[in-house]
Structure formats: C-alpha cells, structure tokens
C-alpha cells in the first residue's frame, strides 16, 4: 500500500478509537449519576451491556492502528 493511503487509514482508525473511548467514558458519568430509587439493577446490567461491546471494539481498533503505525515504520525503514 501507498504511505499516504496508511496515513489516511491511520488516522481514521485513531479517531475512530477515541470517539469509542470517550463513549466509554460516558457510559462511566452516567453510571456514576444513576438514582439508588430507580430501577438501578436493569440500568446497570444494560451498561454492562453496553461497556462490553464498546470495549471489544476498542480493543479491535487498537489493534488496528498498531497494525497501520507497524506498517509506516516498516516503510520507512525500507527508504
């Protein structure tokens, strides 16, 4: 692959990364916030939920811009 499509897939990938951590974190605020009179037990379980796939996607996305920075360098050692 060329260097500049890397960069582009690159730094994609890493945005893509930190909007899912800043989803994570938000899913943190909210569960730190929740009303104890509510139905707190459902809520949580869904956060679960919902923190589990947002973390295997984190972590798929990592790998992914490991991947592409591996790559670069590799690149430019070979010039």
């Known amino acids: 692959m060329m260097r500049r499509t890397i960069k582009r897939r690159?730094?994609?990938a890493k945005i893509a990364l930190h909007q899912?951590?800043?989803k994570i974190l938000d899913?943190?605020?909210k569960r730190k916030k929740l009303p104890y009179y509510?139905?707190?037990e459902t809520k949580d379980a869904d956060l679960n939920?919902?923190?589990k796939v947002l973390n295997k996607i984190a972590e798929q996305q990592a790998l992914m811009?490991?991947?592409y920075q591996k790559s670069l360098t590799e690149m430019e050692e070979s010039n």
């Open 20 to 22: 899912t951590i800043q």
């Open 49 to 51: 939920v919902e923190l």
């Open 10 to 12: 690159l730094v994609k």
């Open 38 to 40: 509510e139905d707190v």
């Open 65 to 67: 811009v490991k991947k």
């Open 27 to 29: 899913i943190n605020r």
